[in-house]
């Protein structure tokens, strides 16, 4: 905690970074794969397991829902997707109290010691490229409310990223469940156009049934949950921009930093409020 007297213009204190843990999601490493092991161990006690697999099913659904969603949004729309789906299961997590402690003593820095002390705190940054690029337009002698500006540009840009990659999750598990229909639709003509041969019958009925099998296993064990799981991590994401946002801001401005505590409080969930000034 600062005291009143570091408030008032005493020492700048220690710069102690956010604590941020890069580790793999285990909610959706044990959730989808569990979800999978479950059905899978219903198919085994089924006691046939191989008539679960047929690759006419499989491209009719992979393929179709791949096709259809590719042309809904862009091949570019598409690895964005795949990037940040990798990113949500690798996923870094960030302790919002922290991040506003963390800035709050950048804050302290730059009123003591100016705003061009703060340029031997920028390497250690990097990592949060928001703050960072905040802090080095405080460095250049950008005016707050233009760094204000252009860092909410880019936050926008940011969420809209985020949120385009989920619809495209999100529309990707609309449309498995209609490829498996079509499928369904294609095995029972093909069933009903041999009705004269028994032999075709039961592969015909495979894909007919397998089809929307497959449909509704990837839209709600794999495309959901991800999206569902992509907007919470954006959320969190926007939430500690938006810190780096309006501590940058106030920094340019040459603000009190018992101001800048007050408006982060203002935007921290309750649990993560922070009292850095006694």
């Not at 690895?79 to 789906?85: E, H, L, M, P």
């Not at 880019?154 to 449309?175: D, F, G, M, P, Y």
């Not at 991590?233 to 603000?255: D, F, P």
Request: charged residues 15%; contains cysteine; proline residues 6%.
């Amino acid at each position: 905690m600062a005291t009143e007297a570091e408030g008032r213009g005493g020492p700048a204190p220690n710069v102690s970074p956010p604590a941020s843990r890069s580790a793999v999601d285990l909610a959706t490493i044990v959730g989808i794969p569990g979800a999978f092991l479950l059905i899978f161990t219903a198919i085994f006690l089924g006691g046939s397991p191989g008539a679960f697999i047929n690759l006419p099913s499989i491209f009719i659904v992979l393929g179709g829902t791949f096709g259809v969603t590719t042309a809904c949004f862009s091949l570019n729309d598409m690895s964005t997707a795949i990037r940040i789906v990798a990113q949500t299961v690798f996923h870094r997590s960030r302790d919002p109290g922290g991040a506003a402690i963390h800035v709050l003593q950048l804050a302290q820095i730059a009123r003591y010691r100016g705003a061009l002390a703060l340029q031997a705190h920028i390497d250690n940054i990097e990592q949060e490229r928001m703050l960072y690029r905040g802090l080095t337009m405080v460095v250049d002698g950008t005016p707050g409310d233009e760094i204000e500006r252009i860092m909410q540009q880019e936050l926008q840009s940011t969420a809209q990223r985020h949120a385009r990659s989920a619809s495209v999750l999100r529309k990707a598990a609309e449309i498995s469940p209609a490829m498996g229909l079509i499928g369904t639709l294609v095995g029972l003509i093909q069933m009903l156009g041999n009705l004269e041969d028994p032999s075709t019958i039961g592969p015909a009925m495979a894909v007919a049934l397998l089809t929307t099998f497959y449909g509704a296993i990837l839209a709600n064990t794999v495309f959901t949950p991800l999206a569902s799981k992509l907007e919470r991590n954006s959320s969190e994401e926007t939430l500690i921009n938006r810190l780096y946002v309006m501590a940058s801001a106030s920094i340019g401005r040459q603000e009190n930093p018992r101001r800048l505590e007050m408006l982060l409080n203002t935007i921290l969930p309750p649990g993560n409020r922070v009292e850095y000034f006694n």
